[in-house]
């Protein structure tokens, strides 16, 4: 079993690969050139406590945890297939949510998605023996892949006009996000990537759930720092002022302060 996504530790620690494979690729769109920029928006601003507060809020609402059942389940009742076949679609859906931990990790993995507005997983399968099906689904940080299109056109020899004639739609990861000359080709097939279905005003960028409280969440932040300027700046005169009055005779004190 070939991947070049290491196994997810889940105790923050960085994994270093000694060997690997390298590829090239060229970025004709240029689409997703600031992608990191804006994932590390987002995740710093989660890390706000009325962002965290709001965020906890929404993935409470959205996965409930039971110990007795599982958050999710496959809905066949409306699908045109036998019983025997949706038997087979519910135990294969079980396999991949024990694959994922879901039922432990389920929480995790829809914060992740609702932050970044993206998830990947990386589809790993026996190269010798696919019928075995799925060994094992990797995350992936959603910084360090990118999808990418190559659409293939020829000229029109009357109009002029651009005609495509192939369009190959496949995923670069990157152990070290922004590097424009090296990377991993994935396959289409090979990565399972979800996204939030929110695009920018210009069509073209992939945004978050958090993209809208930006601005609040910038001028909250602003605010608070200019609250503790205006403080520390006053605070040597309130002081003065209360020893000022302390040194006085009660009378002329209540005279001052009037």
Same mark, same amino acid.
């Given at each position: 079993?070939?991947?070049?996504?290491?196994? =997810?530790?889940?105790?923050?620690?960085?994994?270093?690969?000694? %060997?690997?494979?390298?590829?090239?690729?060229?970025?004709?769109?240029?689409?997703?050139?600031?992608?990191?920029?804006?994932?590390?928006?987002?995740?710093?601003?989660?890390?706000?406590?009325?962002?965290?507060?709001? !965020?906890?809020?929404?993935?409470?609402?959205?996965?409930? %945890?039971?110990?007795?059942?599982?958050?999710?389940? !496959?809905?066949?009742?409306?699908?045109?297939?036998?019983?025997?076949?949706?038997?087979?679609?519910?135990?294969?859906?079980?396999?991949?949510?024990?694959?994922? =931990?879901?039922?432990?990790?389920?929480?995790?993995?829809?914060?992740?998605?609702?932050?970044?507005?993206?998830?990947?997983?990386?589809? !790993?399968?026996?190269?010798?023996?696919?019928?075995?099906?799925?060994?094992?689904?990797?995350?992936?940080?959603? %910084?360090?892949?990118? $999808?990418?299109?190559? !659409?293939?056109?020829?000229?029109?020899?009357?109009? *002029?006009?651009?005609?495509?004639?192939?369009?190959?739609?496949?995923?670069?990861?990157?152990?070290?996000?922004?590097? @424009?000359?090296? *990377?991993?080709?994935?396959?289409?097939?090979?990565?399972?990537?979800?996204?939030?279905?929110?695009?920018?005003?210009?069509?073209?960028?992939?945004? %978050?759930?958090?993209?809208?409280?930006?601005?609040?969440?910038? @001028?909250?932040?602003?605010?608070?720092?200019?609250?503790?300027?205006?403080?520390?700046?006053?605070?040597?005169?309130?002081?003065?002022?209360?020893?000022?009055?302390?040194?006085?005779? $009660?009378?002329?004190?209540?005279?001052?302060?009037?």
């Amino acid at each position: 079993m070939l991947s070049p996504i290491p196994p =997810n530790n889940g105790d923050g620690v960085d994994n270093f690969i000694a %060997s690997g494979f390298y590829g090239s690729y060229v970025d004709i769109e240029g689409a997703y050139r600031n992608d990191q920029e804006l994932l590390k928006r987002y995740r710093e601003m989660s890390i706000h406590p009325e962002v965290d507060n709001a !965020v906890e809020d929404v993935v409470n609402e959205a996965i409930v %945890s039971d110990l007795y059942d599982s958050p999710v389940e !496959v809905e066949l009742s409306n699908v045109n297939a036998s019983d025997k076949l949706k038997d087979i679609i519910r135990k294969e859906f079980e396999n991949v949510l024990e694959l994922m =931990n879901f039922n432990s990790t389920g929480h995790d993995i829809f914060r992740k998605w609702y932050i970044d507005g993206r998830l990947a997983f990386h589809i !790993v399968v026996n190269d010798t023996q696919l019928g075995k099906g799925i060994m094992d689904i990797r995350p992936i940080d959603s %910084s360090k892949i990118r $999808k990418v299109k190559e !659409v293939k056109s020829k000229k029109d020899p009357i109009t *002029g006009a651009k005609i495509i004639e192939e369009t190959n739609e496949h995923y670069i990861y990157q152990e070290k996000p922004g590097q @424009q000359a090296s *990377g991993i080709k994935l396959t289409k097939d090979s990565v399972l990537y979800v996204t939030s279905g929110l695009l920018d005003a210009d069509q073209k960028r992939l945004v %978050s759930f958090l993209h809208k409280p930006l601005k609040p969440v910038n @001028q909250l932040r602003m605010m608070e720092d200019s609250l503790v300027i205006y403080r520390l700046a006053r605070a040597p005169e309130r002081r003065i002022f209360y020893i000022d009055v302390g040194n006085m005779q $009660k009378g002329k004190a209540e005279e001052y302060m009037k």
